[in-house]
């Protein structure tokens, strides 16, 4: 019988350790508030279809010291590309290593799901919480959801590390407050 409270006891502990990882991320909004341009500022370096392949997101970081601005993105809506096409604003098709960044507008506190979509890696982050990770290579996939609590209306930063290898690219966000419509992220709450 002692075996059972012991085990019962071991199970509540573990339900409310599990509740308290589960909880909302906290965002920081910017400080002071910006009023930026539509849009996100990018910065891109590409090695081409050439010898030096980018394999995972470390790679991609050590080549962004390299990077040039590019075009401003419209959002993140960057459907899945035929292969061959460039990335994004980029040019070039294979082997890019991108550095995003600018601010997402929320128009109400709450607690809200982001998802990020990305071919191939990424390391995303909004109000200082990391959102999105992919170290490696994958299709054009959902990463992993997460939940963030936003504490007031505003703007909050947004950086994103990312980088294609070969064939197709995406970089996408879909996102929506608990409990109401999870779509696709328009590209007027994007700012840079």
Excluded at 6 to 35: D, E, F, R, T
Excluded at 123 to 129: F, K, Y
Aim: hydrophobic share 35%.
């Amino acid at each position: 019988m002692k075996s059972i409270y012991i085990g019962a006891a071991a199970l509540a502990v573990a339900v409310i350790a599990g509740g308290a990882l589960a909880a909302p991320l906290k965002l920081q909004p910017a400080n002071p508030q910006p009023s930026p341009k539509a849009g996100l500022n990018v910065k891109y370096f590409g090695t081409g279809n050439q010898h030096k392949k980018i394999r995972d997101l470390s790679q991609a970081k050590s080549m962004l010291s390299q990077a040039k601005p590019g075009n401003p993105l419209r959002g993140l809506d960057y459907r899945d590309t035929s292969k061959g096409d460039g990335v994004m604003t980029f040019d070039g098709a294979y082997n890019v290593a991108a550095e995003v960044t600018g601010y997402m507008r929320f128009d109400s506190p709450g607690i809200y799901e982001l998802e990020t979509w990305s071919n191939d890696g990424i390391e995303a982050s909004v109000g200082g919480q990391q959102i999105g990770r992919v170290s490696g290579i994958q299709g054009c996939e959902a990463n992993q959801r997460t939940e963030v609590e936003v504490p007031k209306a505003g703007w909050y930063p947004l950086k994103i590390i990312y980088f294609q290898k070969l064939g197709t690219s995406c970089l996408m966000m879909k996102s929506g407050k608990k409990g109401e419509r999870f779509t696709w992220t328009p590209n007027e709450v994007f700012g840079r």
